[in-house]
């Protein structure tokens, strides 16, 4: 039964929102958390974030113009409370599923999301193209950018502060601290002297000091400057955000609207510069179980309301993530070198296992990719065996140092690549679609794809023991496929592959992920007469070459099949065959990749499906190379 939420009821745009008095905002505060707790124990997603905004959303869209003025939520998974405050309450129960809405703000969603953020640290420098943009054509609007305190342990977000400090841009941005305390409220006199610094009043003498401060001395002048800026800091914090031009206001309590709203409009209708208004808020906040649980509770899968406890389906096999992690604790004790290196997801990654057992040999840098490569590159200078373990897509965000500071200098830098291909829920901006591209066209780089658990484990020891230059495994993301697991992996022979089944008349050579659905092709096109191989590549780069010639000397077709992009394992063997001349004997070869295209949000099996990489498509694509027709009944 959906909660009872008279107020909120009457709110179906901003627009309805504003028309309510500071008063009644409370009551809706309680009415949206409510909400958003019974729409994500339905849908799964993330929760914690979401909870902990709640108040800071409605003071936002209660004294901001939106969307004519810009709210950039950042990372866009704090967004579930603007998303059913801004006309999508009624499709919020489809959040994360297939043709429903995004878990992260979205452009083609809705006009009051400015800008997709699904990654971190992009708010501030998306907010001055924002605010320097409207300026350049003279329209006059506020631009808000929240950032987490996670996010802004990014390069990135410095960089866009020094940018718009320097240009004294008209920007606002909001640091939603939320876990590292920064800097905590202290009660009364903190709001009271945010609301005197944002206020016209402190504001308009300060202006007076700076005209005052112009005709003095500059010995004095610069005295005067900075006994204003350590007395205010003295009391307030926030001394590296002013030297980076920013006007600071905080910290403040963001359940507190009382005093959230004055400070809002102080800074709305101000026309002071950059300014960061630097919020205190909770994670989970108001809901007992994700209080309690933050770390549990950020993300989430369906849950009891009234418990907190999750559904979660009994796995079948141990999951990829869980296999790496345990394996690398194993290799951690027959090596003292070995070091794990994570970018602020030492759960995400199972690193985590890895630092459980060597506390002393793990490092988590934040959200720093670039840093976290570079960092494990001066790591390997040393002798040490550093494991970078990022997620496929986030690593793109450290490519400059791969290339300059791993791949030029040839330092065996190991990098486990997690949720290598689709992952369901949170489509298309989490998707592990280029790492092969990018990585393979790196000279010098080894690269990696595990089929199934047991291939992982060999993998990390393999990585474990390579120490010629960079070595990558890509892995995906969720449960292995059931094989039995050795005590302890295996070292594979560099660039060697496998063949797991033979056949005479149709080659499968699958790198990764697709190896099962490839089984699963074969035994169908068994049934229909047609012999078929199998095969396991291992290895992108360096390639089996002469796997790959054997199986286009004795076979009519190869199909090679990948979770992965144009430009991957495909374009080598394509390359390979052609330079070797084999297909000048007609050898009829079809790449299978990652269709041209983002996929959004549905299960990973959807997604496999609609990519045209599950049994069915390879079984079509071997058929149809023949120049025959797939039976109805193999294809139902």
Do not use: C, F, W
């Given at each position: 039964m959906r909660p009872e939420t008279p107020l909120l009821d009457t709110v179906q745009i901003p627009a309805d929102l504003r028309k309510l008095t500071d008063d009644q905002l409370p009551q809706l505060a309680q009415e949206l958390r409510t909400e958003m707790i019974d729409a994500v124990s339905v849908t799964g997603g993330h929760l914690g974030a979401g909870l902990g905004v709640v108040e800071l959303t409605i003071a936002l869209h209660h004294t901001f113009n939106t969307p004519h003025d810009r709210i950039i939520w950042d990372v866009g998974h704090q967004c579930y409370p603007h998303k059913i405050l801004t006309g999508r309450r009624d499709r919020i129960r489809t959040l994360r599923k297939q043709d429903g809405l995004s878990g992260f703000t979205k452009r083609s969603e809705s006009e009051y999301d400015p800008f997709g953020a699904a990654h971190s640290s992009t708010s501030i420098s998306a907010g001055l193209g924002m605010a320097e943009g409207s300026r350049l054509q003279g329209v006059k609007r506020d631009v808000v950018s929240i950032i987490g305190d996670g996010s802004i342990t990014a390069g990135m977000a410095y960089e866009a502060m020094n940018n718009a400090g320097a240009m004294d841009a008209?920007?606002?941005?909001?640091?939603?601290?939320?876990?590292?305390?920064?800097?905590?409220?202290?009660?009364?006199?903190?709001?009271?002297?945010?609301?005197?610094?944002?206020?016209?009043?402190?504001?308009?003498?300060?202006?007076?000091?700076k005209q005052l401060n112009e005709k003095l001395p500059k010995f004095l002048a610069d005295k005067a400057r900075k006994t204003e800026e350590y007395a205010r800091s003295f009391w307030t914090g926030g001394t590296m955000f002013e030297e980076l031009g920013f006007y600071y206001v905080g910290p403040i309590d963001g359940h507190n609207l009382s005093a959230l709203l004055p400070i809002l409009r102080n800074v709305r209708d101000s026309e002071q510069g950059p300014i960061l208004i630097h919020v205190r808020t909770e994670k989970g906040k108001g809901y007992e179980p994700a209080e309690s649980s933050a770390d549990k509770m950020h993300g989430v899968s369906k849950f009891n309301v009234i418990t907190g406890e999750q559904s979660k389906p009994t796995p079948n096999a141990p999951s990829y993530t869980k296999v790496f992690g345990q394996t690398l604790a194993q290799e951690g004790e027959h090596d003292d070198r070995i070091v794990g290196i994570t970018a602020a997801m030492p759960n995400g990654t199972g690193i985590d296992i890895f630092g459980e057992a060597f506390p002393d040999r793990i490092y988590d840098v934040g959200i720093a990719e670039q840093h976290a490569v570079t960092f494990a590159a001066g790591l390997a200078t040393e002798g040490l065996k550093p494991f970078c373990a990022i997620y496929s897509t986030f690593l793109q965000r450290g490519y400059d140092q791969v290339v300059h500071d791993v791949s030029i200098q040839n330092l065996p830098v190991r990098f486990p690549i997690d949720r290598a291909g689709f992952v369901g829920a949170d489509g298309a901006t989490h998707a592990g679609s280029f790492d092969v591209a990018y990585l393979g066209c790196l000279p010098g780089f080894t690269i990696m794809a595990a089929s199934d658990e047991a291939e992982l484990k060999h993998m990390v020891r393999t990585a474990a023991e390579f120490d010629e230059g960079p070595i990558a495994f890509r892995y995906p993301r969720g449960e292995g496929v059931g094989v039995d697991m050795p005590e302890r992996g295996e070292v594979l022979e560099i660039g060697k592959g496998r063949i797991v089944r033979q056949g005479t008349k149709i080659a499968i050579l699958s790198f990764g992920s697709r190896l099962a659905d490839s089984l699963l092709a074969a035994e169908e096109l068994q049934r229909l007469g047609l012999s078929t191989t199998v095969a396991d590549a291992r290895f992108a780069k360096p390639l089996d070459t002469d796997l790959v010639e054997r199986l286009a000397r004795e076979h009519e077709v190869l199909i090679t099949v990948e979770e992965g992009s144009v430009g991957g394992f495909s374009s080598y063997v394509l390359h390979h065959l052609a330079t070797c001349g084999a297909l000048d004997a007609g050898l009829k070869v079809r790449p299978m990749v990652m269709p041209d295209e983002y996929i959004d949000q549905m299960s990973p099996d959807a997604m496999i499906e609609r990519a045209g990489l599950d049994s069915r498509a390879i079984l079509a694509t071997a058929v149809a190379a023949l120049g025959m027709e797939v039976p109805v009944a193999a294809n139902s």
């Open positions: 008209r920007q606002i941005v909001i640091l939603n601290d939320n876990d590292m305390s920064i800097a905590p409220p202290t009660g009364a006199m903190s709001h009271y002297l945010a609301r005197l610094v944002s206020g016209k009043t402190y504001r308009g003498l300060r202006e007076t000091a």
